[in-house]
C-alpha cells in the first residue's frame, strides 16, 4: 500500500513563499497523474493543481501565475512552489492521485498566511 507523507507547511506573511513536498513510500510513476489539494477552515477540499506522468500540469484559477507543481519520479517525490502567497491560501494541503484514491489520504501540511 502506498502512503504519501506531505511536509513543508508553516507560517508566513503575506507575498511569501513557501515549497511543499510530498514524499510517497512507493513508486509515483505507477500512480499516474498527481495533484495537490487544499481544504481550508469550514470549506470543502479542492484541487490546486496536478501534474500528469509525463509533466503536464493544470492549476486552478485562484493559484495560477503563483504555484507550480513539479515532480520527480526518481525521488517518488511531488513539490508544489507557492509564492505571493495571499491569507485566503489558509488551509491545510494535501497530495493524492488525480483524480483522488481514498486509500491516499495522508495528513496534509497546514499553510498558514497573515495579513
Known amino acids: 500500500q502506498v502512503q504519501l507523507v506531505e511536509s513543508g507547511g508553516g507560517l508566513v506573511q503575506s507575498g511569501g513563499s513557501l515549497r511543499l513536498s510530498c514524499v510517497a513510500s512507493r513508486d509515483i510513476f505507477s500512480i499516474g497523474a498527481m495533484g495537490w489539494y487544499r481544504r481550508a477552515p469550514g470549506g470543502p477540499r479542492e484541487l490546486v493543481a496536478a501534474?500528469?506522468?509525463?509533466?503536464?500540469?493544470k492549476y486552478a484559477d485562484f493559484v495560477k501565475g503563483r504555484f507550480t507543481i513539479s515532480r520527480d519520479n526518481a525521488k517518488n517525490t511531488v513539490y508544489l512552489q507557492m509564492m505571493n502567497l495571499k491569507p485566503e491560501d489558509t488551509a491545510v494541503y494535501y497530495c493524492n492521485a488525480s483524480p483522488t484514491r481514498y486509500d491516499l489520504w495522508g495528513q496534509g501540511t497546514q499553510v498558514t498566511v497573515s495579513s
Open positions: 501534474i500528469s506522468s509525463g509533466g503536464t500540469t
